[in-house]
């Protein structure tokens, strides 16, 4: 039977009716449908993604309510649905206390996943919903979630090595989204290049104001979080210059199996020590 054209199960482009490989991407056309959906967009869809990392976030947030001492959550307002510091640094807090008194190095990826009140939570989930798809659709989701997986644990790491003694929250890893657009804005250029960094820049500069505005920002997070986003955008390179790979892939998996591994550790090692096991 005569082949006809097709599209390439892994990079989706016109294979001719003449070629048994795909002269784009080197896949075979026999590829099967589902290995070529593994190869093109990974393991980790996008919106999927970015669904379960906001589902990761408010787990961990209610856990940590729960294994709180604090009664009485609906008091002051902007301290409504706060988890006590104990529930905290048992699911992961990070900084100079957890690091160097437990030697828990692990925390500044947990980190990523605490907050210390509602409106906390709030804010850095509804930048996260606004910000990441973006940063997907210029990088794949995969390199999205690589960026913010490393890029929030180098926020964590920069504000250790300044001394931050105790610290959490998801905006580490978002300011390491926006880094990775200002790279992508200003490598870009152009029309659309240019508009992205003026936008993105925007953000920082009101990041930048509301840190010294607001008591207890750790801004040592948010600045380290962006300049490890834009040199991760610079390693792994955006859709237009590099598409997503399988070295992209593997470590997306990498950091998701890691992730995966540091939150369960610090889901059982918190229930042990409260329950006392």
Known sequence: ??????????????????????SWCGASRATTWWRGAVWRRGILDGDWLVKAIITGNIAFYILSLLLSSRRGFFGNPLSAFSPDQTSLMLLGATGTLPIDRLGRFWTILSANYLHGGIFHI?????????????????YGPNRMFV??????????????????????????????????????????????????????????????LFGLIMPGINNWGHGGGIVGGILLGMLLGYEERRP?????HSLALLCGGMTIGVLGWAVISALTIWFGF
């Open 1 to 22: 039977m005569k082949q006809r054209a097709m599209l390439c199960p892994r990079c989706r482009r016109l294979i001719g009716s003449t070629e048994t490989t795909c």
């Open 122 to 138: 709030l804010f850095n989930l509804m930048a996260l919903r606004q910000i990441a798809p973006w940063v997907i659709n210029e």
């Open 244 to 248: 997503e790979g399988t070295a992209h």
């Open 147 to 208: 960026i913010y997986t490393l890029g929030g644990m180098c926020g964590f790491w920069i504000s250790y090595l300044a001394g931050v003694p105790f610290t959490i929250g998801a905006s580490a890893a978002v300011c390491s989204l926006i880094g990775s657009l200002l790279y992508y804005g200003k490598s870009r250029g152009g029309a659309y290049g240019s508009a992205v960094y003026r936008e993105v820049s925007g953000w920082v500069v009101g990041l930048a």
